[in-house]
């Protein structure tokens, strides 16, 4: 469950407006009234994923387990309103920062009472999210956690230049979010190996991501390469053109690859047959990216990856679902294996 990039949720501005709420309504609740504001929840978090994304809404209906749909539209569609709340103009560092302290402070309370009683329509999707939890440490929990660091990370960062080690960190963040939420929403509770080979995937996926983004991301204060390319060189962050920018790029791209690599192997160990087709489609998704940039000679471009259309995305699922079926899970795992790539 990969953030939109920012020229995707700018086109899409005008139709999501409506979900950017600022109403604060009570908690408590009585009798149909619960009823009602359980419906109007479901409806909201499956509104938000759709308008956000269709790639997600309609992953998470096709291949989410049976009983545990509604929870995942309510796992994207939170993280979908606090990260366009963040990017939201002009939002000053300290009111961003206050805002994810709210969120951090739900999250850590979610399981008590002592909750606020001002809480918006989308706090209210984390709030029952979490509550219906029963599982201590589950990967729900960790891909909360783990997300919300992420969120915490961006609020933080824009418009500074950032660290290899706390680019690192974010990209470790948001593999065990993404991750942990797949195996907690498809094949609950099957099989599948650990270890940080668990994560490998979704880790090429957001170096790709980020790569993509670059040139957006810097516009809007986003700065993906980090402080020691930059100083190391004389170059912007903008300075996609130059010979130090694209050796880095290509760097990028080899540890992307060799992340899914490791994936794939991964996937293959993985017991669940839905979960296995979602893995192989991730994948699939983001190694056109990295196609297309090779194909520019590593010079990232604005907009450098066409969208999902309907031909493409036939062809991903029809390569997922070819590479689930035909790689059957394999019972026996090397114990001690960890691989780990370089990133």
Request: with cysteine; hydrophobic share 40%; charged share 25%.
């Amino acid at each position: 469950m990969v953030l939109l990039s920012r020229a995707e949720k700018q086109l899409q501005s005008h139709e999501k407006r409506f979900f950017i709420v600022e109403q604060r309504v009570p908690l408590e609740r009585t009798g149909a009234t619960m009823e009602s504001d359980l419906f109007s929840d479901r409806a909201l978090a499956a509104t938000i994923t759709r308008t956000a994304s269709k790639h997600t809404y309609y992953t998470i209906r096709l291949l989410v387990d049976t009983g545990m749909v509604e929870d995942a539209y309510r796992a994207y569609a939170y993280f979908r309103w606090v990260d366009d709340w963040l990017d939201q103009e002009p939002r000053p560092r300290p009111e961003r920062l206050a805002f994810v302290q709210r969120q951090q402070a739900l999250i850590a309370g979610c399981a008590h009472t002592n909750l606020p009683d001002d809480l918006t329509p989308e706090e209210r999707l984390l709030v029952g999210l979490i509550q219906r939890d029963a599982e201590k440490n589950s990967g729900l929990h960790a891909y909360l956690r783990n997300l919300m660091a992420v969120m915490a990370f961006d609020a933080d960062r824009r418009g500074r230049l950032i660290s290899q080690r706390e680019l690192n960190d974010y990209i470790h963040w948001l593999a065990v979010a993404v991750t942990e939420a797949l195996h907690y929403f498809i094949g609950h509770n099957c099989a599948a190996p650990p270890g940080e080979i668990r994560y490998m995937a979704v880790s090429g996926a957001h170096i790709t991501h980020m790569l993509r983004d670059a040139l957006e991301d810097a516009e809007a204060g986003y700065f993906n390469i980090p402080s020691e390319v930059i100083a190391a060189n004389g170059i912007a962050p903008w300075d996609v053109q130059s010979d130090a920018y694209r050796d880095w790029v290509h760097e990028r791209v080899c540890a992307a690859r060799a992340c899914f690599t490791i994936g794939r192997d991964y996937l293959a160990h993985v017991e669940n047959l839905r979960c296995r087709i979602a893995g192989y489609a991730y994948i699939h998704r983001f190694e056109a990216v990295l196609d297309e940039i090779e194909r520019a000679g590593y010079v990232l471009q604005a907009c450098c990856l066409a969208r999902d259309g309907s031909g493409r995305g036939a062809r991903m699922v029809g390569w997922a679902l070819w590479m689930a079926l035909t790689n059957c899970w394999r019972t026996h795992v090397a114990s001690t294996r960890n691989d780990r790539v370089h990133l």
